[in-house]
Nanobody
Framework: QVQVVESGGGLVQAGGSLRLSCTASGRTFSRYTMGWFRQAPGKEREFVAVISWNDGRTYCTDSVKGRFTISRDNAKNTVYLQMDSLKPEDTAVYYC?????????????????WGQGTQVTVSS
């Protein structure tokens, strides 16, 4: 069992930055691929970024490429999402998720463990 807890959300003006953190319990964090998803009101949950456990490969959805960066620190059981040049359309609840799969899974169904989410609001 893995417990996932997100933090770092908040209110920021357009063009600003936030860094989300996600801490996962358990001694096998290094063997989990970690993903970030987001869900805006009235919309489906969508993929944002992923970092694989076996080779550190990262992948981001097109709408955040060049603005968001995913990274991980296995010694701290933590994955980060650095979000720069934020836009109002980035407003959503951001979720962290874990899967033992390798590669870069982008569908929510591929992930076994989810956090409760953290709200990110970008004002114009």
């Amino acid at each position: 069992q893995v417990q996932v807890v997100e933090s770092g959300g908040g209110l920021v003006q357009a063009g600003g930055s936030l860094r989300l953190s996600c801490t996962a319990s358990g001694r096998t964090f290094s063997r989990y691929t970690m993903g970030w998803f987001r869900q805006a009101p009235g919309k489906e949950r969508e993929f944002v970024a992923v970092i694989s456990w076996n080779d550190g490969r990262t992948y981001c959805t097109d709408s955040v490429k060049g603005r968001f960066t995913i990274s991980r620190d296995n010694a701290k059981n933590t994955v980060y999402l650095q979000m720069d040049s934020l836009k109002p359309e980035d407003t959503a609840v951001y979720y962290c998720a874990a899967t033992p799969l390798t590669g870069a899974p982008i569908v929510p169904a591929a992930y076994n463990y989810w956090g409760q989410g953290t709200q990110v609001t970008v004002s114009s």
